[in-house]
């Protein structure tokens, strides 16, 4: 009876012991050649060992995966469902500020006051340190004096007047000079926006032609007032 009791006490274990056998990658007994399915109650099959997926692997066991990486890279030239935005053409090159400058056009007006105060409130986020939230170039790292102050002194200067908005685009996605990019803070829709309150700004929120006809009207007035 006693031989009949180790007998199956011997069994038990063995059943037992053959459920519970770890092949996970890192396991003693880990086999990389072992599909998995020898057991009916293989641990393996219901408890799959899942990875991190941007996440890299230690181990260079599976020849389909020589990267060892889990996440796999996109297909090149794939573009993200909803970022189409994001697809910007033109390189940091000097070339291309002066293509952007060209080819680029501000979707949003600068006299459209939902837009500029949408781009006002961004500036005031992201800008303003450098060039003061007027503009004026005079934000507390420029006032410090570390760091030198760009070679326009205004946003109402001639500069920011004329240059081209696909331009001001182009600098805000790279960088230019010491300012560095800002693409990682602002979406390309923030940036146009931020563009178009600067625009307002530098023209005291008149449209460019209407500004300058005021002035020219105002210098012609001064001229006949001296003459009179």
């Known amino acids: 009876m006693k031989k009949i ?20 990658p890192g396991a003693a007994m880990h086999d990389p050649n072992d599909p998995g399915f020898n057991y ?9 060992v899942s990875y991190d997926p941007l996440s890299q692997w230690g181990n260079h066991y599976v020849k389909a995966n020589k990267d060892s990486i889990n996440l796999r890279l996109p297909v090149a030239g794939t573009i993200a ?3 189409s935005e994001f697809v ?18 501000n979707p949003y007006d600068s006299m459209d006051s939902k837009s500029v105060a949408q781009g006002k409130e961004l500036y005031l986020k992201y800008c303003w340190q450098c060039h003061g939230q007027e503009g004026a170039g005079d934000g ?4 410090s004096g570390k760091f030198p102050a760009p070679s326009w002194k205004t946003y109402k200067s001639d500069y920011i007047r004329g240059i081209q908005q696909g331009r001001m685009f182009h600098t805000i996605t790279y960088g230019k000079n010491l300012m560095g990019s ?4 602002v979406t390309p829709t923030e940036r146009w926006k931020i563009i178009a309150f600067i625009k307002n700004l530098a023209w005291d ?19 006949a007032v001296k003459k009179s």
Not at 5 to 24: E, M
Request: proline share 4%.
């Open 5 to 24: 009791n180790i007998i199956v006490l011997i069994a038990f274990l063995g059943i037992l012991s053959s459920c519970s056998y770890d092949r996970s």
């Open 40 to 48: 009916e109650f293989e641990g393996d099959m219901y408890f799959a």
């Open 81 to 83: 469902r909803g970022k």
């Open 88 to 105: 910007y053409p033109f390189k940091n090159t000097t070339d291309d500020y002066f293509r952007a400058g060209k080819e680029l056009k």
């Open 140 to 143: 507390p790292l420029f006032a």
């Open 182 to 185: 800002h693409s990682s803070q």
């Open 205 to 223: 929120g008149f449209k460019p032609e209407v500004k300058a006809e005021a002035s020219a009207d105002s210098t012609a007035t001064k001229k």
